[in-house]
């Protein structure tokens, strides 16, 4: 089950934060930078983001989330993240889908390490296109990607 997530409840947000951690150590590890920003968030920073947070629960275990932006017609994803426990069971799909079918916008527009080819593959077999990529440091490049809307609906 999707459920949107109220961030400003402290309980809430820990349980994002604890699952973004362990979800962005793994993307550390294949990227080989622990220098990102997910990893340096807290509850209060969560909290402060201004995002729209939706989360993927099994049995009442959040197991999943994704979090937005909407602006000027887009969605801007800032985070899709899955406990490691719960890899490969689909919920990153899920949660996408959701997006997909529950928000008319012209584009989605998401963000990743370079280096990070199981979500470079996620997000091209799901349809999005390489839009850009940005070098930050020596260690870690972004690729941007951008799905448009060629119907009424992502």
Known sequence: ??????????????????IQILSYKVEAEIIGSYEIPPLKDTVD?????RETFFGYYLDEELC????IKI???EIDIHRLIVHPNHFR???AQRLLTFLETNFEVRAIKVATGSKNTPAISFYKKNGFENSKEVTVNRQLSLIYFEKLNHTNRI
């Open 1 to 18: 089950m999707i459920d949107k997530i109220d961030i400003l409840n402290r309980k809430n947000a820990e349980n994002i934060l604890n």
């Open 45 to 49: 920073t969560l909290q402060q983001c």
């Open 64 to 67: 999943g989330a994704i979090s």
């Open 71 to 73: 602006e000027n017609d």
């Open 89 to 91: 069971k689909g919920i």
